[in-house]
């Protein structure tokens, strides 16, 4: 073989694989993407699998605050307060009774023999509660200073 022919076989065989690479490399990214799109998917799907399971009370481990479905004392007045911050806002009135209604149908529970009363002696011990007038059974939210 003649060294321009060794040349030509060498330079066709350099494009057959640089042809090769490009490819390859092309492919590699298609798949890539793919994979990084399958890995996206799994992980909002693990999210809502772990959401759910938490609401069904089937995970694992459940949250601290799903322990006792009933609630008392500080988490009763964190729940109670983010219900009437969300329901009426800052400066909306709304009577016990009401709110205790709201608390109930978002699914919570409220410890002790009378859970109305329970309620009731909780907000009024809050800060973050203020009541309207003396025996009206009213509350709002506690204007901040």
């Known amino acids: ?66 322990s006792d479905l009933r609630l008392r004392g500080r988490r009763l007045e964190e729940v109670a307060t983010q219900i009437l911050a969300e329901e009426v806002g800052e400066g909306g009135e709304v009577h016990y009774r009401e709110w205790f209604a709201l608390l109930r149908e978002r699914g919570y529970l409220v410890g002790g023999k009378e859970p109305i009363n329970t309620f009731l002696a909780q907000i009024n011990r809050s800060a973050a509660i203020e009541p309207l007038g003396r025996r009206s059974g ?8």
């Not at 330079?11 to 042809?19: F, G, H, I, N």
């Not at 090769?20 to 793919?34: D, F, G, H, Q, T």
């Not at 009213?138 to 200073?145: I, K, M, P, Q």
């Open 1 to 66: 073989m003649s060294k321009v022919a060794s040349l030509d076989a060498l330079l066709a065989q350099r494009r057959r694989l640089s042809s090769r690479i490009e490819e390859s490399i092309e492919e590699r990214e298609a798949l890539l993407a793919i994979v990084a799109g399958i890995n996206e998917q799994l992980a909002r799907d693990e999210h809502q699998l772990a959401e759910v399971e938490a609401v069904l009370g089937t995970d694992a481990q459940l949250r601290l605050e799903q």
């Open 138 to 145: 009213r509350y709002r939210l506690a204007r901040v200073a």
